[in-house]
């Protein structure tokens, strides 16, 4: 076993529900990481599994020396399981990767080759998206469109969290505590050199996809609250856009009544109005809500995720110890329980 400083890659893998592919995955993945006879450490990220995923994580563990298991509490969503992963990597350069192949672990060797020219952070782009469908692949497309235009960041478009970070971006990238985590976004705002490697998605080796329409939906708004306030403008802007309308009819109707003397029938009218405006305010308090609503939550400090569970040659040397840690999220806290 390599000292944490000799480490040179660390690959990071975080798991929900994935006893159909890890084992396969993970043949691939050393088979690959033999090829670059560097040293390296595997560590998966169990997310709250509810499968047989942690027993088949463990069982490997068993007999691979470079597998490292951090074992959550229960699900704390992707972001925040990857954010776990970086944070216990030791590696000179981290790779993030998900575990149904269709990010093919042989990208990793173009990964290291161009990490090796001085680039500190190599992103992966998929040329093709195999296996996703055509309004999948249209709303991620209009996705990375809008996002860019919010935010104004250079996020690169269908771009995943594959990727290579060397050490000190991911040093960078641990200063970054917030609790609403948009990690691509997170990727491209600490800068450092990057670059770009192409390559083709595969299908979904077995399995479900966790990622549903409205859990996209929840990501999407995510991203674009965590990096953009150009929302709220929209909705300032739609605001004084409504008031002039309704000034000008107003203006119409008294215009009517100084003419004809009569007032303007038009109770169909007054209703639609009045639920269009409705809809204006609903619409405008519903997006100063997403902003309140993320305020509050990183107001109240909560760690970003807690680990139940850490299987490695350190875990190994404490079991003795009737001492269990409990480890979390924040980086300058760590529990102690007996």
């Known amino acids: 076993m390599c000292e944490k400083n000799d480490i040179e890659l660390s690959i990071i893998v975080p798991v929900y529900n994935e006893s159909e592919t890890i084992t396969l995955f993970h043949e691939r993945l050393i088979t690959v990481l033999e090829q670059l006879s560097k040293s390296f450490e595997i560590i998966y990220i169990n997310d709250g599994s509810s499968d047989t995923t942690l027993e088949i994580l463990i069982n490997l563990y068993v007999f691979d020396k470079h597998i490292k298991i951090i074992n959550l509490s229960r699900n704390f969503g992707k972001e925040k399981a990857l954010t776990a992963g970086i944070d216990y990597s030791s590696g000179q350069g981290i790779i993030p990767i998900d575990a149904d192949l269709q990010d093919p672990p042989e990208v990793i060797i173009e990964l290291v080759k161009k990490w090796e020219e001085g680039y500190d952070i190599v992103n992966a782009k998929r040329i093709t998206r195999k296996g996703d469908s055509f309004i999948k692949k ?124 009569n007032q303007m029938p038009g109770y169909s009218t007054l209703i639609i109005i009045i639920s269009f405006l409705c809809g204006v305010l609903l619409m405008t308090n519903g997006i100063m809500g997403e902003y309140i609503g993320r305020i509050y939550n990183e107001t109240k400090h909560r760690d970003l995720y807690i680990v139940r569970d850490i299987f490695d040659a350190e875990a190994d040397a404490d079991a003795e110890n009737d001492t269990t840690k409990v480890y979390s999220g924040n980086l300058n806290n760590t529990v102690l329980r007996k």
């Open 138 to 261: 249209i709303t991620a497309r209009l996705f990375y469109k809008v996002i860019r235009s919010f935010s104004k960041m250079d996020i690169p478009d269908n771009t995943g969290d594959f990727r290579l970070i060397d050490r000190k971006a991911a040093e960078a990238l641990k200063r970054l505590r917030e609790y609403h985590r948009f990690m691509k976004g997170l990727f491209s705002w600490i800068g450092f050199k990057q670059t770009t490697v192409l390559y083709e998605r595969a299908p979904r080796y077995a399995g479900k996809t966790k990622w549903n329409y409205l859990s996209l939906l929840n990501f999407a708004i995510d991203g674009i609250t965590s990096f953009s306030h150009v929302p709220l403008r929209i909705s300032s802007l739609i605001g004084v856009i409504v008031s002039l309308i309704s000034f000008g009819f107003g203006i119409y109707f008294v215009f009517c009544i100084l003419i004809s003397g």
